[in-house]
């Protein structure tokens, strides 16, 4: 509802006039959260938080559960049917070896050793083919130049991405506004500045922009690889200003950019045809089922939290960094980019949610995210000015952010105080023995 009355402005003066508009929105919305906040306390800041109308889920994400890209059919098919066979493979061998007789078993023991270097040389053969593969499929990110792995070609991902749309499509029927509601307006207008103040990057200008706005409580966003942008009304609710909303959406508009959903899964496929291997080899050697299924999950686990994670979360902070840039051409107050994730933060620790270590999530802590968003700021502050966009006025919203905080924790203290009072007062004296 904050941000409705952007509407009206025109939009050269959009992102000017939003601060202050944010501005008024954060003090209104302080004095509600002090007259909420009596059961407050400063151990746990409080169990109560309405100042930005935040709605707190379990975890929150600006992209899908899964990825946001489709997968090759054929992957979608054959995956399975590889670990299947790799499984019944190695089994197979296992049980081949224990049929043997001893003597075949020391026979063959013996030929392994006079022929180690033969099969050494097979093995390295082997490697080396891989190695000719990988290198040879690598290919630069657009706009940041790093080297990145690439199995599938985009433009038929991107087809496939169309069977993605309408599988949203079909589960948020019904739940879609209207173009003419304020709420997909503001969404519309917050993408085509994007859009247009970007469009040197060929990347941006290629793809066309279509908006959906779901009516869902959720605090979540994302862009499909075709350009299909999808805004839940629970991240329009959280944001605080256009600005904040404006990065968010600079930041999924960069996943789309950089190819990261194709990339995602190059890695995957790529990983995945290397544990088959592995997963041979786990079935083969250990002597039971169950110690073989044991090793299988413990295979899996370390390709997840080894190279999986560590990946997406990678790749989110090449998009949050590419996201600010977009943002600060736009004329974005890329300030708010890290209050936003600071939000988050207090959000998550009012509503009791227990802090996972990063290395557990695909995606940055929010801590570490806010941090790294002030890292890069300066940077993004330059490339606003040479853009030529309009000086900032007013105080940095970080600084609001600060001082809110404070001003929130002393005021929580001093109802502490007579509350305390209160407490004491009502209770019963006790006559003292004579």
Known sequence: KGLSCLLNVPNTQLYNNAHHISGRFFSQSSQTLEEKITSLQIGSVGKH??????????????????????????????????????????????????????????LLKQSARKNKWKILLGVSSFGVLFVM???????????????????????????????????????????MLPETDVCYQVVERVVGHLSESNKDIPQVSALEWVIHVVDEPAINAFVLPNGQVFV??????????????????????????????????????????????????????????????????????????IFDRPYSRTLEAEADKVGLQFAAKACVDVRASSVFWQQMELAETIEG??????????????????????????????????????????????????????????????????????QDLSKPKLDSPH
Request: hydrophobic share 40%.
């Open 133 to 175: 593969f990988y290198f040879t499929h690598l290919e630069e990110t657009p706009i940041t130049g790093r080297a990145r792995l690439l199995v599938f070609g985009k433009e038929h991902f991107r087809e496939l991405s169309q069977m993605e749309y309408d599988m949203w499509m079909e589960e948020f029927k019904g739940k």
């Open 232 to 305: 839940f009304t629970g991240l329009l609710n959280a944001v605080s200003d256009i600005h904040q909303l404006s990065f968010i959406l600079g930041h999924e508009i960069a996943h789309a950019v950089l190819e990261h959903a194709v990339e995602k899964a190059s890695l995957v496929h790529f990983l995945d045809f290397l544990s088959l291997i592995f997963l041979t080899m786990i079935w083969a050697i250990c002597p039971r089922d169950s110690l073989a299924i044991v090793g299988q999950w413990i295979q899996s686990k370390l390709q997840e939290f």
């Open 353 to 422: 949610q227990p802090k996972l270590p990063e290395w557990l999530s695909t995606h940055p802590s929010h801590e570490n995210r806010a941090e790294h968003l002030d890292r890069l700021i300066p940077e993004a502050l330059k490339i606003r000015e040479s853009c030529n966009c309009p000086t900032l006025s007013g105080p940095d919203p970080r600084l609001i952010f600060k001082l809110s905080m404070q001003h929130l924790l002393e005021s929580s203290k001093d109802q502490e105080i007579p509350n305390s009072t209160k």
């Open 49 to 106: 938080f309405s100042a930005w109308s935040i709605q707190v889920t379990r975890s929150f994400r600006t992209s899908p559960s899964f990825q946001a890209a489709p997968v090759p059919l054929f992957w979608i098919i054959v995956k399975p049917a590889q670990k299947l066979l790799a499984i019944i493979l190695g089994r197979s061998i296992r049980n081949w070896w224990k049929a043997l007789p001893p003597n075949k078993r020391e």
